[in-house]
């Protein structure tokens, strides 16, 4: 009875909810700092400064993987094949009317004549050498080792079209080139920009880093500006304000390379070991018994070829020792498995593909790994298309239309020639059957158009149509039917086939 009624606490007494000390406890785990975390440090993200002082040597190793290291020119070669392909993107113009409705006849003509200047290496490239997907290609590989490409756009080009695009490697955007413009602008690592919005304005180039004697916008000059708009830049942005891209290898390269040591000492190994010989031991007390091995007219009474069946007869007491080779390691293939798989995720590989290892795979497995796969060169395929293809068509569409060769176009019709898109490569399946089969039953339902899938194959539907008819005309002229060619087999050449299998098979 003496508790009741309860009293209440002073007003001035505040009690916390929990025990401070139990409120440590239940913090973040990943921000405590413990003896067994105690070396992970604070770290800077991917700013400017921390990229930029960086970037260098990560670039540098990186440059020494791709020549010297198997699964590093693996990565390289991937990329490449992926997000570019053998014939790089493929362009398809939506030209519009007036009215805002599309006009078939600019858009092929419009095509046309970008196919033209893309597959012509005389009028791509300033040195002629490669035509677009070739300098797609190139800058793919340097975006991949070296974290950024650059291509410059030189619009002052003697060639029909009148530009031309020019490669750069991308060390001779210097990084270390820090300083305050005033006016709300300055450079950060080699790109000038509007420090309020983080606008590029220009890059700053030093030629002297890949050879003095460049020409075109270098010539006569080691340090250049050029204006932002001139300039392609494409890397991978982690921070909001990032300007210079770092290595796509930089969370693997460090195992890698330790992984590439590890390869060469068990190779070393293995061949010391395999190329070991026996050893003659004598008695204790009768060693002087051992001839001089130094004296080269003495060595043939202590060594002896190893043939097969051949007996070695030695003095009494005397004895032959052969070491057991320990190489190549029966872990080693496992333990080598298990950080290339570590490899292939900070890659975005399918690790079967990446390693060349397919000892543990099913169809499903493989499957499900390379839709995630190509998940990711989509991803990029999309940066190179937003940062690089786009851009280049816009400068190419205002060059062209300034022209002659653009005929009764003018640059009045600029904005309603623009609607266009790039489309990168696409991949077949294991069974195409089963992946044509879903295509049509796709279509018949209305989930997708002719036109997507065509595109998926990397086709347009609008040749496809016209190739059809042009097909169709040729054929009725010669009197053929298309699908002659495809009809069923005969009895004999079933029988022939079903002959030639068995004889494979046995």
């Known amino acids: 009875m003496g508790w009741w009624p309860f009293r209440r606490k002073a007003q001035g007494a505040q009690q916390l909810p929990f025990d401070t000390a139990e409120a440590s406890f239940r913090s973040f785990a990943a921000a405590q700092v413990s003896r067994l975390i105690g070396e992970w440090t604070w770290d800077a993200g991917f700013s400017n400064s921390d990229v930029g002082g960086s970037l260098a040597i990560i670039r540098a190793r990186a440059r020494d993987m791709a020549k010297n290291s198997e699964y590093f020119a693996r990565w390289i070669q991937l990329f490449v094949a992926n997000v570019v392909g053998p014939n790089g993107f ?13 006009n078939a006849d600019d858009a092929y003509f419009l ?14 490239d300033v040195a002629g050498v490669n035509a677009l997907p070739s300098v797609l290609r190139l800058a793919a590989d340097n975006w991949a080792r070296d974290g950024e490409a650059f291509i410059l756009i030189d619009t002052l080009a003697q060639n029909p079209y009148g530009i031309a695009l020019q490669a750069v490697r991308p060390d001779c955007c210097d990084e270390t080139l820090n300083v305050d413009l005033g006016n709300g602008t300055g450079i950060v690592n080699g790109v000038e920009v509007d420090l309020r919005t983080w606008r590029r304005i220009a890059y700053w180039f030093d030629v002297s880093k890949a050879d003095s004697r460049a020409g075109g916008w270098f010539r006569g000059r080691n340090r250049v500006r050029i204006p932002a708009d001139r300039v392609l ?3 991978i942005q982690h921070d909001a304000q990032q300007t210079r891209g770092i290595s796509l290898a930089h969370p693997f390269l460090k195992k890698l390379k330790m992984l590439d040591d ?7 190994a293995a061949k010391d070991q395999a190329c070991s010989l026996g050893f003659f031991s004598a008695p204790a007390g ?8 130094a004296d080269s007219k003495n060595r043939g009474r202590l060594e002896s070829k190893k043939e097969p069946g051949s007996r070695v007869v030695l003095p009494p007491g005397w004895g032959y020792k052969t070491e057991t080779p320990s190489h190549p390691n029966a872990l080693q293939p496992s333990f080598k498995a298990s950080m290339l798989r570590d490899v292939a995720s900070g890659a975005g590989l399918e690790y079967a593909n990446f390693a060349n290892d397919w000892s543990a795979v099913s169809y499903s497995s493989v499957r499900a790994g390379t839709i995630s796969e190509r998940d990711c060169w989509q ?11 786009d851009r280049v068509f816009k400068a190419w569409l205002r060059s062209f239309l300034s022209l002659e060769v653009s005929g009764k176009l003018s640059t009045g019709d600029y904005a309603r020639l623009l609607p266009h898109a790039f489309r990168g490569r696409r991949w077949a399946w294991v069974d195409p059957m089963k992946d044509v089969s879903a295509s049509v039953l796709a279509v018949k339902n209305g989930f997708q158009t002719a036109a997507n899938v065509a595109a998926d194959y990397g086709t347009d539907i609008d040749d496809n149509v016209a190739e059809a008819s042009r097909l169709a005309a040729e054929c009725k002229r010669l009197g053929v039917t298309l699908g002659d060619a495809a009809k069923e087999p005969t009895k004999e050449t079933n029988d022939e086939e079903t002959t030639d299998e068995e004889t494979h098979n046995e």
């Open 286 to 293: 009768r060693e002087s018994e051992i001839t001089n091995l």
């Open 379 to 389: 991803v990029y395929q999309n940066e190179m298309r937003e940062k690089l293809l």
């Open 111 to 124: 095509e046309t004549h970008f196919a033209r200047w893309a597959g012509e290496a005389e009028w791509c």
């Open 90 to 102: 493929t362009f398809k113009s939506f030209a519009e009317q007036a009215n805002g409705k599309p």
């Open 262 to 268: 590890y390869n060469e000492a068990e190779l070393v």
């Open 233 to 235: 830049h494409v890397f």
